[in-house]
């Protein structure tokens, strides 16, 4: 019997936000500023290794990680523009997956417990959540990142699984839905116990299909 579902973020709840910021056809920062996109694709990889790990105690050094960010990526591309600019053209790339927000809902009024287990920055994460109004639906003690973990989901040891069964009160792994975008996650999340549903994050119709696969199971 399944207990808990948890999402990741990027892919599931909303559209990723580094892929399609950076190289963004049209709005992208390699389209806006003429730059090499599979350049910017790489270092792009560069800079998610090294932040995606970084925690932030409080506001002030969530601010500090994403400025020095884009410091970074301004000095590699010699780009005269301050982190202001960039972090500007970020909120637009923040976007619900169509059809996610109504799940949730639905979810949010039945009896299994709801939890994120997302490899993302201190402050993607905070502005993901604060723009989806994802606090009405996860609880913060089950928001789980890898910037607070220190590791991806697909460290060796399950150290983010673990964190958020931790946060589940004693939930066993075999009781949890993980819904993810990406197979490698997935696989990870079996092999620890949980069940797991690949979220067809590039389709339109996504949430209708998550809703149709939990249907079945009986949790909504």
């Known amino acids: 019997m399944i207990k808990a579902i948890i999402f990741d973020i990027g892919g599931v709840l909303a559209y990723d936000v580094w892929e399609h910021l950076l190289l963004d056809k049209e ?23 090294e932040f995606a790990h ?10 500090m990680l994403e400025a020095a960010y884009w410091k970074k990526f ?5 780009l005269p523009h301050s982190p202001e600019h960039f972090i500007n053209l970020t909120d637009k790339f923040i976007q619900p997956v169509e059809g996610m927000t109504p799940l ?10 709801l939890a994120i287990c997302s490899n993302n920055t ?17 609880r913060p003690e089950n928001v789980i990142s890898s910037c607070k973990i220190g590791v991806s989901k697909s460290s060796p040891n ?12 004693g939930i ?10 990406r197979w490698p996650n997935i696989q990870r999340a079996l092999e620890f116990g949980m069940k797991g549903i690949i979220f067809p994050a590039e389709s339109k119709h996504g949430a209708a299909y998550l809703s149709v696969l939990l249907s079945c199971l009986s949790l909504l």
Not at 54 to 63: M, Q, S, T, V, W
């Open 122 to 138: 201190e402050f993607w994460l905070h502005r993901q959540v604060e723009k989806l109004g994802l606090t009405r639906f996860f």
């Open 172 to 181: 066993t792994p075999f009781s949890c839905l993980f819904i993810d975008d």
């Open 27 to 49: 709005e992208g920062i390699a389209a806006l500023h003429h730059l090499n996109p599979q350049a910017v694709w790489e270092y792009g990889k560069v800079l998610w290794e």
């Open 74 to 78: 301004s000095k590699k591309f010699s």
């Open 54 to 63: 970084l925690p932030a105690g409080n506001e002030k050094e969530r601010k």
């Open 158 to 169: 399950y150290e983010m699984f673990r964190a958020v069964i931790n946060s589940l009160n």
């Open 104 to 113: 949730l809902e639905k979810l949010k009024s039945s009896e299994v417990m």
